[in-house]
Nanobody, 126 residues
Framework: QIQVAESGGELVQAGGSLRLSCTAS????????MGWFRQAPGKGREAVSC????????TYAASTEGRFTISRNNMDYSLHLQMNNLKPEDTAMYYC???????????????????WGQGTQVTVST
C-alpha cells in the first residue's frame, strides 16, 4: 500500500517563498507520476503541477507557471514544490498525489486513481 506525507506549508507574506516536500513509500512508487494539487476554501481541488515518473516531463497550472518548480528524487521517493513570488490567491491546502494508474493524468483523469496525502496548509498574507 502506497502512503504519502507532505510537509512545508506555513504562513508567509505575499512575495515570499516556500518549499513543500512529500515523501512516498510503498511498492513501485518510482514508476508512477507524482504531483501537487490544492484546494482553497469553498473551491474544488485543482492540479498545481505534475511530473512523470522519470522526472523528464512536468506540467503546471497557468496561474503558477514561472513561479513554481516541481522536482522529484527517485532515490528517496521524494517530491518537492518550490514556490516563489507567492500570492494571496495561492492560499490553499496543498496535497501530494501519486498517480497509481500510469497514463491516467495525460488522458484527463486527474483525480480518479490517486493516492493522496493528508495535505499541508499554505497561507499567503497581504
Amino acid at each position: 500500500q502506497i502512503q504519502v506525507a507532505e510537509s512545508g506549508g506555513e504562513l508567509v507574506q505575499a512575495g515570499g517563498s516556500l518549499r513543500l516536500s512529500c515523501t512516498a513509500s510503498g511498492p513501485n512508487v518510482d514508476v508512477y507520476g507524482m504531483g501537487w494539487f490544492r484546494q482553497a476554501p469553498g473551491k474544488g481541488r485543482e492540479a498545481v503541477s505534475c511530473i512523470t515518473w522519470s522526472g523528464v516531463k512536468s506540467t503546471y497550472a497557468a496561474s503558477t507557471e514561472g513561479r513554481f518548480t516541481i522536482s522529484r528524487n527517485n532515490m528517496d521517493y521524494s517530491l518537492h514544490l518550490q514556490m516563489n513570488n507567492l500570492k494571496p490567491e495561492d492560499t490553499a491546502m496543498y496535497y501530494c498525489a501519486v498517480e497509481t494508474r500510469r497514463g491516467s493524468w495525460s488522458s484527463g483523469e486527474l483525480y480518479e486513481h490517486n493516492i493522496w496525502g493528508q495535505g499541508t496548509q499554505v497561507t499567503v498574507s497581504t
